[in-house]
DNA sequence: ATATACCCGACTAAAATAGTCAAGTTTTTG
DNA sequence: CAAAAACTTGACTATTTTAGTCGGGTATAT
């Protein structure tokens, strides 16, 4: 069970910029080099991101991105869904065809399913961005 | 974000024993059936339960499965460590070279994925098989 | 002008997943 | 005792997903 790596450089970068913005755009140059990420895959990342009206750009030199919310106001959740990491621990939906088809006999365990995605889901709506900066250790 | 279906496929295989079962041994011919997952899928999947100890066999004609612990006593983690389904949310870990390295700048995030891990896992070590017994809709 | 940095779709290699196959062994029952 | 039911086990394969790259753009500050 595990998150892919988009949404966790997403989740990374996006601190990365809470903690060293100032105002200015940060570049991805910038985050790539401190967080180790990938330059090209940083700007697949962020290509989403901005879509999904999570940051904003700053195009030409100097430019970069800029947090559209405060820390304090962006949740991870938003974060997630802009990368399609959706919580849906398992595939099969009561109502639909695939590997279950509704029957009651058959999917027994839907609401437990279901339980777990609520579970889940309920961390990322409550923590924000700027929870993630709190206890961080001392940075270089 | 999901469980793989071996999972999900012996917890519900798992339930239905705990429906079906009534002392006698479950045959995986029987759970195939009812539950429409490919029979030489599931003798894969017991296998692993066997060998952890969750179910115990009987060979032979009216041979089967039997639950070694009661569905009130199984908590639906030791199911899925059973399948090596471990909850880790990211593959980066505070001490590993990977990805990661350890370096408080590089992995800003660390303490936020260990605490999903944490929250995750409560969620199953604290569920019981016989909790996704009790509101499951009529059956056959 | 030109360098810097964003923009964007298409592509690919590698890993994980889901599921099958083959070739057994054990035990009950007719 | 023969035969069928049912468990045992490792190896194999096709498909899908994931992670990440490539190439060729466009905008803008200096």
Known sequence: M???????YAVMALAD????????AVSLRDISL????SLLY??????RLKKNNIV???RGINGGYILVKSPKELKISDILSALDQKVKTIGCKKDSKKSCNGKS????T??????????INSFFENK??????????ARI
């Open 2 to 8: 595990k998150l892919n790596t988009k949404s966790r």
């Open 17 to 24: 910029m809470a903690v060293f913005s100032s105002d200015n």
């Open 34 to 37: 401190r967080q180790g990420i």
């Open 42 to 47: 940083l700007e697949q990342i962020f290509l």
């Open 56 to 58: 904003k750009s700053v």
């Open 105 to 108: 006999t058959k999917c027994i």
């Open 110 to 119: 839907h609401n437990f399913w279901d339980e777990l995605d609520i579970h």
């Open 128 to 137: 924000k961005l700027s929870d993630l900066l709190k206890n961080r250790e």
